[in-house]
């Protein structure tokens, strides 16, 4: 296990450095940033040249790579245009966006699976063809759809919720848009589940356990349930990064500065130090999720064992 | 989706306007002089100093919380002392400011002549890479402290002497008769000692002379303005403050707007705009700003450059049909341009209608003609490049395009050409890899015809990207400039602005309005010429 552990962390490190210099040689063909800065007004001569030393612009692509490297392993991800240091932004942006992650994979998990539960054991039900239909609803519905809609329903028509959400974001002003957030991957997740579930009923082991005389709530959650997770597990994995990165469309309708919204600023200032430093912290969480999940997968099911 | 919830914005609209009073904006709500209304805003792109704001959401701060020595009037874009006493000249190249008495910062430290000088020396200055640095290259030895190649040789410019603790002298490299005017523009207020010796903390927390000061600035998302009560001038705020709130994107601003959590949004943004009059009704205002929207052309490129090409430019310009697209797609939003200026400067400021004349006017056959004449479209077809990111500028160009190919009975004659982001756009109009008509957008710096020529059309002026270049329009401009007389500068101006007309330097489209919409809380809402709302001047309850 601890081998694995390692194992995995080195792996890690050509996909982390090959992640960033992708993002970075993306970035940079997009042009000169400076030209950008001055407005509708060119900037002139000398002081684009001075910003584009101060923001090392000047050198050669690979060089700016290779500075930039050296100090992210210091801590240092240089500066936003604005003047902020991109530290700063990520101080308050992730979070938020940590929050808004938080409260969309617990409607995930508590919704998505209980629902995947109670479609699987009773397949073929009217409440099993509901939800699938409501799922399919879901799934095909665009995000900003959902979104706009609710804001107006529940912000403006009845008052419930503010349409925006505040500086601060507490965790009850990020339960619409984290539901929002969460809609489609929790279609998803109930439909795993119920698959799954539905699947594994059918197994021997769980013959066995009900042969047994177990109650029917330990069958359900110690036998059944447990086994027929990996698959949600892995989903749930690889998506709490998609939903740190791809914030975005949420983000802006409830005007929540995270993540999603420094990205968007980011790439339309084209600042590549705002988008690669967010882009690497990103790789980080994808990265390490990736490996909890792998781990798991063991206290799921005791037959998979790690070298 | 819009036709969807039309009627659900009526409904709240109604619902708006019963629960205003109770749950607007954030600050009491006893219609007193001490209310605070909240505001939209867009994170500022640079660093907040006011010789580097160029933009008009920082603009907007620095028009709270400073005064320059001229102010421009809100409603006729004039020119009037604020700390001046007296700007005196008696050649138009060497001016001697005296500075009102009694005028300080919200710290307390006095404003003085210094405070004017030593801002300005730092505007310029090289070393401090500010973005409007050229503001101040009127000024002699601003070549010394910011030349074009390698390092300053100077630290201040020459031609600014403090003589006296309210008085300073100002030489110019020429002739430069509309000089004071220019002085409302934010890139010229004083500033205190402490912006030098805590640079970091006063760009987290400004420090002006304005009539609002900086109470918290939590960059990206909020700075909370509160009136200054010791405030000398005039034009003390009416109301108690105004807290900026940065919003991701306008429709989330006006759905706020529409549920009582904002009180005023100056930018409505393009698809609300049919139901702007539904949701707000008289809470509503359209009113020209300076800002007008031509095409320029690469002049660099001889395709664009040969003998036909003046009557190619004027066909294309005949081709457009301005009414039909101000109406359809921007609602009225936008006027259509009949000269290069605006209608801000008003008829006295150089505002001169239908100097385009039946050039700007839309004749299909006349368009037709012209270009057949001028020896056809170069490579037989025209591309408009615009940057797609922001501004919806798809929209008005494939309109453009539409509007050419009918005219043209063509439906190749011209085609969008987008391009990705605004810095790349910008990168490469100015670096002149642009081979057909691009569009181009002013936003005035200070209310001046000056303004709206000399910066685009002046050969190898900051904004020509283009780079026509005309040895009469340069003259003219000149001469204009160094005229005394105010009303005989305007004249000279206008014959230079033919001599663009008649090149057909640059196709003017239209010119752009303000908007804004506000809640029932407030009252006497006015839009500056620069399309940014009076907020002194806003009451509120």
């Known amino acids: 296990m601890g081998r694995y552990v390692v194992r995995r962390l080195v792996q890690m490190v050509p996909v982390f450095i090959g992640s960033t210099l992708l993002i970075f040689l993306m970035v940079n063909v997009m042009g000169d940033p400076v030209a950008g800065l001055c407005g509708d007004r060119q900037c002139d001569a000398a002081t684009a040249a001075q910003l584009k030393k101060e923001f090392g612009l000047d050198q050669p692509v690979w060089q700016q790579y290779l500075t930039y490297m050296g100090n992210v392993f210091t801590g240092d991800f240089g500066t936003a245009f604005n003047g902020q240091e991109v530290t700063e932004l990520m101080s308050t942006a992730f979070p938020v966006t940590i929050r808004l992650t938080i409260v969309a994979i617990l409607f995930e998990v508590v919704i998505g699976i209980t629902l995947g539960v109670v479609t699987g054991l009773r397949r073929g039900r009217p409440i099993d063809t509901g939800v699938l239909l409501f799922t399919l609803v879901v799934i095909s519905v665009p995000t900003f759809v959902t979104g706009l809609l609710l804001q107006l329903m529940l912000g403006v028509e009845r008052d419930w919720i503010r349409p925006s959400v505040s500086t601060e974001a507490p965790f009850d002003e990020l339960i619409v848009p984290g539901l929002v957030l969460a809609s489609v991957s929790l279609a998803y997740i109930t439909r795993l589940t119920r698959t799954s579930i539905a699947e594994n009923r059918r197994s021997d082991y769980v013959r066995t356990a009900i042969a047994k005389g177990l109650p029917r709530h330990r069958v359900v959650t110690r036998h059944l349930l447990r086994n027929s997770l990996i698959p949600v597990v892995t989903f749930i994995g690889a998506d709490i990064g998609f939903l740190m990165g791809g914030a975005i469309v949420t983000e802006r309708i409830f005007n929540i500065h995270g993540v999603g919204y420094q990205l968007y600023q980011g790439i339309l200032r084209q600042n590549t130090q705002t988008v690669v430093g967010f882009v690497t912290v990103l790789v980080l969480v994808f990265l390490l999720c990736n490996l909890v999940v792998d781990l798991l997968y063991a206290v799921l099911d005791p037959r998979i064992r790690y070298a | ?541």
């Open chain 2, 1 to 541: 989706m819009r036709g969807a919830t039309n009627a659900g914005w009526a409904a709240c609209a109604v619902a708006v306007a019963l629960a205003a009073t109770a749950c607007g904006g954030g600050g009491d709500s006893g219609g007193d002089g001490g209310a605070v209304l909240s505001s939209s805003w867009t994170d500022p792109q640079n660093p907040l100093e006011p010789a580097n704001t160029n933009e008009v959401q920082g603009g907007k701060v620095l028009s709270m919380i400073f005064r320059g020595l001229k102010q421009y009037d809100p409603k006729t874009g004039e020119a009037e002392d604020m700390l001046a006493e007296r700007i005196e000249t008696s050649d138009s190249r060497n001016y001697t400011v005296t500075v009102k008495d009694g005028w300080t910062f919200s710290n307390g430290e006095k404003v003085t002549a210094k405070s004017f000088v030593d801002a300005w020396n730092y505007g310029a200055s090289l070393r401090n890479n500010q973005k409007n640095a050229y503001f101040f290259s009127y000024i002699e030895g601003y070549d010394k402290v910011h030349p074009a190649k390698g390092e300053q040789t100077a630290e201040t410019m020459s031609g600014l002497k403090v003589t006296g603790e309210r008085t300073f002298t100002v030489r110019l490299r020429q002739k430069f008769s509309s000089f004071p005017d220019t002085l409302g523009y934010n890139a010229f207020v004083p500033l205190p000692r402490a912006f030098y010796e805590d640079h970091a903390g006063w760009l987290a927390k400004p420090v002006g002379n304005g009539p609002y000061a900086v109470e918290s600035y939590t960059k990206g998302s909020e700075m909370r303005l509160t009136k200054w009560d010791a405030y000398p001038g005039e034009d003390a705020a009416r109301n108690g403050g105004v807290t900026l709130k940065v919003y991701t994107d306008n429709n989330t601003a006006y759905t706020d707007l529409m549920a009582g959590n904002l009180d005023l949004v100056d930018d409505v943004p393009a698809q609300q705009l049919k139901n702007v009059a539904n949701d707000l009704g008289d809470r509503y205002l359209n009113t020209p700003a300076g800002i007008i929207q031509t095409l320029a052309f690469p002049f660099y490129d001889k395709n664009w450059n040969k003998a036909g090409s003046v009557k190619v430019r004027k066909g294309l310009s005949r081709a457009i049909n301005r009414e039909q697209i101000t109406d359809t797609i921007f609602q009225k939003t936008r006027t259509p341009a009949t000269d290069w200026t605006s209608p801000v400067l008003g008829a006295d400021g150089g505002y001169k209608e239908g100097l385009c004349g039946e050039w700007c006017e839309y004749d299909a056959a006349a368009a037709k003609k012209l270009i057949e004449e001028g020896g056809g479209l170069p490579g037989g077809q025209v591309k408009i490049t615009y940057n797609a990111d922001t501004g919806s500028h798809k929209l008005w160009v494939d309109a453009v395009c539409n509007s050419i190919n009918n005219a043209l009975d063509n439906d190749r004659a011209c085609v969008g050409n987008p391009i990705g982001t605004f810095a790349d756009f910008r990168s490469k109009s100015t670096t002149q890899k642009l081979s057909g008509p691009f569009r181009a957008g002013w936003q005035m710096d200070y209310p001046l015809t000056q303004n709206f020529l000399q910066p685009l059309y002046y050969t190898n002026a900051s904004s020509n990207d283009g780079k026509w270049s005309s040895e009469e329009f340069d003259r003219l401009v000149d001469r204009a400039n160094a005229e005394t007389d105010p009303a005989k500068a305007v004249e000279m101006f206008q014959k230079a602005e033919e001599v663009v007309r008649d090149n057909m330097a640059a196709i003017p489209l239209w010119y752009q309005n303000g908007s804004a919409g506000w809640s029932e809380r407030l009252s006497n809402v006015a839009l500056n010429p620069f399309s940014v709302p009076v907020y002194d001047q806003i009451k509120v309850g």
